[in-house]
């Protein structure tokens, strides 16, 4: 059975960093693409970022650039993020999704409407 685990999330300060990590399982993950969204509280989900399939290639949301880091290791199936200078518009809960054979800034365009699985996700929370 396919499942996504996303873990890492917690409460910190302002400034400070987590690394997510979203344990993949159930489909073969090299074909996938694997990307990052998040819901704050009262808000619709957002994009935060992809990385391709096969070429590897990473997509973000101008509001992370320069902070989040996405990255993937193959041997674990596993994708992390790597979040640093966390802010309080942070705050949310993020999830991990994938697709099969997507493209990241596809990924990005469509706001995550054709993936093909979900986690659960994991609560960040950033106070000021």
């Known amino acids: 059975q396919e499942q996504l685990v996303e873990s890492g999330g917690g409460l910190v300060q302002a400034g400070d960093s987590l690394r997510l990590s979203c344990v993949v399982s159930g489909i073969t993950f090299g074909g996938y693409a694997m990307a990052w969204f998040r819901q704050a509280p009262g808000k619709e989900r957002s994009f935060v970022s992809a990385?391709?399939?096969?070429?590897?290639?990473?997509f973000y949301a101008d509001s992370v650039k320069g902070r989040f880091t996405m990255s993937s290791d193959n041997a674990k199936n596993t994708v992390y993020l790597q979040m640093n200078s966390l802010k309080p518009e942070d705050t949310a809960v993020y999830y991990c999704?994938?697709?099969?054979?997507?493209?990241?800034?596809?990924?990005?365009?469509?706001?995550?409407?054709?993936?093909?699985?979900w986690g659960k996700g994991t609560l960040v929370t950033v106070s000021s």
């Open positions: 999704a994938a697709v099969r054979w997507g493209v990241a800034q596809t990924i990005y365009r469509t706001q995550g409407r054709n993936m093909d699985y």
């Open positions: 990385i391709s399939w096969k070429v590897g290639s990473t």
